[in-house]
């Protein structure tokens, strides 16, 4: 009887055993499960912010792209011409009546069907491709490096809203009023601080209401690093030449 005792016994401390290396077994699995799955949520959580990092950057260039592409182009259009083609160092203009005009480094080409001059042959010798579609309303674009803007004429109020903006740095748009010189004059109003990137719809608070038929100039502020605008701290973009970069539109009555 005694050994059939201590042999139960022996077998109930072999099973506490057994069950105590099991349960060891089962933390050590859920440990190295829990351990892959942290693996795998920060390497899911690193490809999400590569994808968006790409994402945000073709954003830019694409707006970077369009704004170069009308800053290019837009000159060429008027109330009439509705497209833009081009053909080696020839640019061509189609307008609504289907009137064609010709331009070399934007000076005008007399060029009818039946001219004869060798400069004329070989305009109307060449194959242009549609490059740019002249937009409906009049919308003015400013660019200089990865810096720009568009903006449409404003309807008069106490807002003006930019098309697009992209800004290599971090920084503000800024409404000034434009002088006679076709330069930008005071400081009238700067919109929310925007980190760098690519904006669709900026929205500027006007402390005075546009007036119907006055001139305006949309400037882009460089923030000096306080994230507030200050007209004589921060640094206003300029082109090529050293000018203040600007996109001049017009207030008017809708």
């Not at 899911?44 to 792209?65: G, I, S, T």
């Not at 009818?112 to 010798?125: A, D, F, G």
């Not at 546009?210 to 923030?223: F, P």
């Amino acid at each position: 009887m005694l050994r059939m005792w201590f042999k139960g016994k022996k077998l109930k401390k072999q099973h506490l055993v057994f069950l105590i290396i099991a349960l060891l077994a089962v933390l050590i699995g859920i440990t190295m499960v829990n351990s892959i799955s942290e693996r795998q949520d920060l390497a899911d959580a690193a490809a999400k912010a590569r994808l968006a990092a790409e994402l945000q950057l073709k954003k830019v260039q694409d707006a970077l792209d369009g704004l170069s592409l009308a800053a290019r182009y837009q000159p060429f259009c008027t109330t009439s011409v509705t497209q833009i083609e081009m053909a080696d160092k020839y640019t061509k203009t189609i307008s609504k009546t289907g009137s064609i005009q010709y331009f070399r480094d934007a000076q005008r080409v007399y060029c009818t069907p039946t001219s004869t001059t060798n400069e004329c042959k070989l305009v109307l010798s060449l194959t242009f491709t549609p490059i740019y579609t002249c937009p409906q309303e009049v919308i003015a674009t400013a660019s200089s490096g990865a810096t720009g803007a568009q903006i449409k004429n404003q309807q008069v109020g106490n807002a003006v809203i930019v098309d697009t903006i992209v800004i290599e740095k971090p920084g503000f748009v800024v409404v000034r009023a434009l002088g006679y010189a076709k330069k930008p004059g005071d400081v009238l109003a700067a919109g929310p601080y925007l980190e760098a990137g690519a904006y669709s719809i900026v929205s500027i608070a006007m402390p005075k209401a546009l007036v119907s038929g006055q001139r305006y100039a949309l400037t882009i502020a460089q923030d000096d690093g306080d994230k507030t605008f200050d007209a004589a701290k921060d640094t206003f973009v300029t082109t090529s030449d050293g000018t203040m970069l600007f996109a001049p539109f017009t207030a008017v009555k809708k």
